[in-house]
């Protein structure tokens, strides 16, 4: 399992209900997503690509966005890095309309997450701060995940750190493998340790269910708040 740079990407990337019925849900409601400030990740090997503009002068500062269509059932945005893009991915069945909606929606939230965009430092590459943070992490890493992993009653998983476009971790937890994105390096101690339980949480349950969620609120209360900050939310 995955934790977007997102991110998330609520334990979990953010969605919203493609509204069969042609309805949206108001922002606000339980269905209206928080979206999510990530860097681009993969497309799906099935897609169908194409720009929404919204021609109604009362809204021309509806943000221009780049929808994906693929087989999901929710509909779900991101904001790139450091472009500040918005990308919607789409059921194939989900309507423009109910999509520009959607994006009308999120305008203000939008409009926050490019300014962070634009505020947060440039994306980590490959050189000696990549490597420097490596090493930093090679050392301080694993006793944090082995202190979780014996609170957590869980044997220590094998561990590696890369850098990442667009997640924050992941864990494959039939290898019992947990792989760190490079760019937590540069983030506060807390939202790594947050990474860290998140990931460790996968190995009960691979799946973001109740009973995923209820693994973290009772190992790691208030993680929310760790993930809004991680996220730029």
């Known amino acids: 399992m995955t934790l977007d740079l997102s991110s998330g990407g609520p334990l979990g990337t953010p969605e919203f209900p493609a509204a069969p019925a042609g309805l949206l849900a108001a922002p606000g409601s339980p269905a209206a997503p928080e979206g999510l400030l990530a860097a681009p990740g993969s497309s799906d090997d099935r897609e169908s690509r194409g720009r929404g503009r919204d021609s109604d002068s009362a809204l021309r500062s509806v943000p221009d966005y780049a929808v994906t269509r693929k087989r999901m059932k929710h509909l779900r945005m991101r904001v790139s890095i450091p472009d500040g893009e918005v990308l919607v991915s789409a059921p194939f069945h989900a309507k423009q309309s109910v999509i520009h909606a959607f994006v009308v929606s999120r305008t203000d939230w939008i409009r926050r997450q490019q300014q962070l965009a634009l505020d947060l430092p440039a994306p980590l590459t490959a050189g000696p701060e990549a490597e420097a943070l490596r090493r930093e992490m090679r050392e301080s890493v694993p006793p944090l995940m082995a202190y979780w992993a014996d609170r957590m009653g869980l044997a220590v998983p094998r561990l590696s750190l890369r850098r990442m476009t667009s997640r924050w971790g992941?864990?494959?937890?039939?290898?019992?493998?947990?792989?760190?994105?490079?760019?937590?390096?540069?983030?506060?101690?807390?939202?790594?340790?947050?990474?860290?339980?998140?990931?460790?949480?996968?190995?009960?349950?691979?799946?973001?269910?109740?009973?995923?969620?209820?693994?973290?609120?009772?190992?790691?209360?208030?993680?929310q708040g760790k993930r809004r900050e991680l996220n730029g939310r």
């Open 170 to 223: 992941t864990c494959n937890s039939v290898k019992k493998h947990v792989t760190l994105n490079l760019e937590l390096g540069r983030r506060d101690p807390e939202l790594l340790e947050y990474v860290i339980v998140h990931e460790l949480a996968h190995l009960y349950e691979p799946n973001h269910s109740k009973r995923f969620y209820a693994v973290m609120d009772k190992y790691l209360p208030g993680w």
